[in-house]
């Protein structure tokens, strides 16, 4: 239930591992560390990040504080830019406002960084989120 927002009204607490909960860790941060070679020391370190306190690496999938919105908003009428607390890699905690996607037929998308260009790449030694 630690990671069960009370607010969540489309998950609940649970104890199976493969259940989605209210926060996730990043999409790309987890694309990257898989694919860590054993001589990079297999393991995401601090030193991996080029802006620590503007990088996001783990916050909530959906804007249960702020209307509910998806962190990934497809494009359309009515699309919100989804608001959610994240946890940044220096340690600080702050809300956050996804930002816009690169991606064809996606209004906002939390997966990816945002700067210095919207892109798919998950180096976050090439990548942040926050432009501060």
């Known amino acids: 239930a630690v990671f069960w927002c009370p607010q969540d009204k489309s998950s609940y607490p649970t104890n199976d591992p493969s259940a989605w909960t209210t926060w996730m860790y990043r999409w790309c941060l987890s ?5 860590l070679s054993t001589s990079k020391g297999g393991a995401l ?17 959906r804007a249960n504080h702020y209307g509910g919105y998806e962190v990934w908003e497809s494009s359309g009428p009515g699309v919100k830019q989804p608001k959610v607390n994240a946890a940044f890699v220096d340690g600080h905690a702050r809300t956050w406002l996804v930002s816009k996607s690169g991606a064809s037929g996606m209004a906002y998308d939390a997966n990816w960084f945002q700067y210095p260009v919207w892109s798919t790449n998950p180096d976050p030694s090439k990548g ?4 501060n």
Do not use: A
């Open 31 to 35: 694309i990257y560390t898989e694919n």
């Open 45 to 61: 370190k601090t030193s991996n990040f080029i802006k620590p306190v503007q990088q996001v690496f783990y916050n909530e999938d």
């Open 128 to 131: 942040w989120d926050v432009n």
